[in-house]
């Protein structure tokens, strides 16, 4: 059995290419909006964790699974979640592949790049007083709570669930200043966005063509506004693919049916 942590589009995508590929597969998701994206693999026999698992409890259900191969496609961002997957993997013997989506090149003459939400909140006040958050909803506080943002309005775009707009709302933020919708979203859409909010500076994480980065910036590009970008964080996997294909190709190696 497979393990793969399926809580973005790729991820989603890479355990449907596995499952199709004729593995057995278990995706793990940390929410029931989550679980309803996969409903299309689980028709076809994916296996589906909705619990969030911490170290201790991976390794669990890797024991009691027989989980043979962990697969992280966790968000580029979800530090936490990839050193306890190999950590996990670690202790069970098991091998563990990070699949991460390649970064956007940035071009932009206004791209500001930081390394942490600290520094994002620092710089972003000093470009302007309407900041809009394309981060997600896991490091809001740091915003809210900054102090270099306490005279700027903030307008956060989170995921479309209650639990999510309800946080949202409990670091103070108002319903005037939640987007809560559900990705891809285009240049257009990206510019129609800024626009009624009245954006003056971008802040958001290099994820990628499929995490939206580029319609991001093009759409800033088009209305002439900064762009805080914050790193990537770098972490050295067990081993590190960048497509379906050179999972595939782990993944046949540690079952021994390579072509």
Same mark, same amino acid.
């Given at each position: 059995?497979?393990f793969? @942590?399926?809580g @973005?589009q790729?991820? *989603? ?5 596995l ?7 278990t $995706? !793990?998701?940390v !929410?029931? %909006?989550? =679980?309803? /994206? /996969?409903?299309?693999?689980q028709?076809?026999?994916l296996?589906?964790?909705? &619990? ?34 190999m950590?996990?993997c670690?202790?069970? =013997?098991?091998?563990?592949i *990070? ?8 071009t932009?003459?206004?791209?500001y790049?930081?390394q942490?939400y ?10 302007? &007083?309407?900041v809009f958050?394309?981060?997600g909803?896991?490091?809001? #506080?740091v915003?809210a709570? !900054? ?9 956060? *775009?989170?995921l479309p669930?209650?639990d999510?707009?309800a +946080?949202?709302i409990?670091l +103070?933020f ?8 559900? =990705?891809?979203? !285009?240049? #257009? ?7 009624? %909010? ?18 991001k910036f093009?759409?800033?590009? #088009?209305?002439d506004?900064?762009v805080v970008l914050?790193? *990537?964080?770098?972490i050295?996997?067990?081993?590190? $693919?960048?497509?379906?294909? #050179?999972? /595939?190709?782990?993944?046949? &190696?540690?079952?021994?049916?390579v072509?």
């Amino acid at each position: 059995m497979i393990f793969v @942590t399926a809580g @973005t589009q790729d991820g *989603r995508e890479l355990a449907g290419f596995l499952l199709g590929s004729g593995y057995e597969v278990t $995706a !793990s998701v940390v !929410s029931q %909006y989550g =679980g309803e /994206l /996969l409903e299309e693999y689980q028709n076809r026999g994916l296996v589906v964790n909705k &619990k969030p698992l911490d170290e201790n409890a991976l390794e669990q259900y890797i024991q009691q699974h027989a989980i043979d191969l962990f697969v992280d496609a966790s968000h580029p961002y979800a530090v936490n979640v990839s050193a306890n997957a190999m950590t996990a993997c670690h202790a069970q =013997g098991i091998p563990y592949i *990070r699949y991460e989506r390649r970064e956007s090149a940035v071009t932009y003459k206004k791209a500001y790049l930081v390394q942490t939400y600290e520094e994002a909140a620092q710089k972003a006040a000093e470009l302007g &007083k309407n900041v809009f958050l394309t981060t997600g909803s896991r490091n809001l #506080e740091v915003f809210a709570q !900054s102090s270099a943002l306490q005279d700027c309005v903030l307008t956060a *775009r989170v995921l479309p669930e209650p639990d999510v707009v309800a +946080g949202c709302i409990g670091l +103070g933020f108002l319903p005037g200043q939640i987007i809560a919708m559900q =990705g891809p979203f !285009s240049k #257009e859409l990206n510019m129609e966005l800024y626009k009624k %909010y009245k954006a003056e500076v971008i802040i958001t994480k290099n994820s990628g063509q499929v995490g939206g980065t580029d319609t991001k910036f093009a759409a800033a590009k #088009e209305l002439d506004l900064p762009v805080v970008l914050i790193n *990537r964080p770098k972490i050295p996997y067990d081993h590190l $693919a960048q497509s379906f294909a #050179e999972v /595939l190709a782990f993944t046949k &190696k540690i079952y021994g049916n390579v072509d």
